[in-house]
């Protein structure tokens, strides 16, 4: 069964460094998304991304965030300079190109920043 | 403001009962609708979805339910197993849209 697939599954980093999750999403999906999840809270949306642009992004996506689809199977979301508050799991995920389709998750990568 | 939320952050079954958890969301403009099954470590997994011109949709041993008169949503889960535990959230998005809202979330607690 295909699934979207993220590494690391934990990435610690210092404060002020950057860092690069990275998601390969299911190969004949159009639609891919990052979402975290602060530890014991609900799972917020962060970006869209379709046809190699940001579709859509919320609040939290300020400029120390950024995306990339590099190649052709590859999805990544980078944060320039890690704050504490960055400290959460990161969920990649995919979706088809019709609307209202079901978004399909990886495991998720936790991010530690000390 | 426009919010998905659940009414009870934990629900505790035996085993074999019926389980109900329930979502509340309050924009009208919602037109989909997910319920996901989180497992701890683990991402959100696809169990049912809905969209806003049905009332109802069966699965294997779930049903979801909408009733968009009071904006709720609900997922059945029959003959709850061990295997059922985990968090459950209730997600929706909007026409146009393709960011989704998730909710709170209900942790289920299976008995054997």
């Known amino acids: 069964e295909p699934e979207v697939t993220q590494t690391p599954s934990h990435q610690v980093t210092q404060m002020g460094q950057e860092v690069i999750l990275r998601c390969v999403p299911i190969?004949?999906?159009?639609?891919f998304y990052w979402y975290r999840q602060i530890l014991g809270q609900k799972v917020e949306f962060l970006v869209s991304f379709y046809n190699n642009e940001i579709s859509e992004k919320s609040e939290i996506f300020d400029d120390q965030f950024s995306v990339e689809r590099p190649d052709g199977s590859n999805f990544t979301l980078k944060i320039r300079s890690t704050k504490l508050e960055d400290s959460a799991m990161y969920f990649c995920?995919?979706?088809?190109?019709?609307?209202?389709?079901?978004?399909?998750f990886g495991q998720g990568t936790r991010l530690t920043v000390v | 403001g426009e919010s998905v939320g659940l009414h009870l952050p934990t629900l505790s079954v035996q085993e074999g009962d019926n389980s109900i958890i329930n979502c509340a969301y309050s924009?009208?403009?919602?037109?989909?609708f997910i319920w996901y099954k989180q497992e701890s470590g683990k991402g959100p997994q696809f169990i049912i979805d809905?969209?806003?011109?049905?009332d109802k949709r069966q699965g294997q041993r779930v049903t979801v339910l909408l009733n968009k008169t009071v904006k709720h949503l609900s997922l059945q889960i029959a003959a709850t197993q061990p295997g059922d535990s985990a968090v459950y959230f209730c997600a929706e998005n909007r026409a146009g849209r393709r960011a989704l809202t998730f909710g709170s979330g209900t942790r289920l607690q299976v008995q054997p």
């Open positions: 809905i969209r806003s011109n049905m």
């Open positions: 924009n009208s403009a919602s037109d989909y």
């Open positions: 995920a995919s979706s088809g190109g019709q609307a209202n389709t079901e978004a399909f």
């Open positions: 190969s004949n999906h159009l639609y």
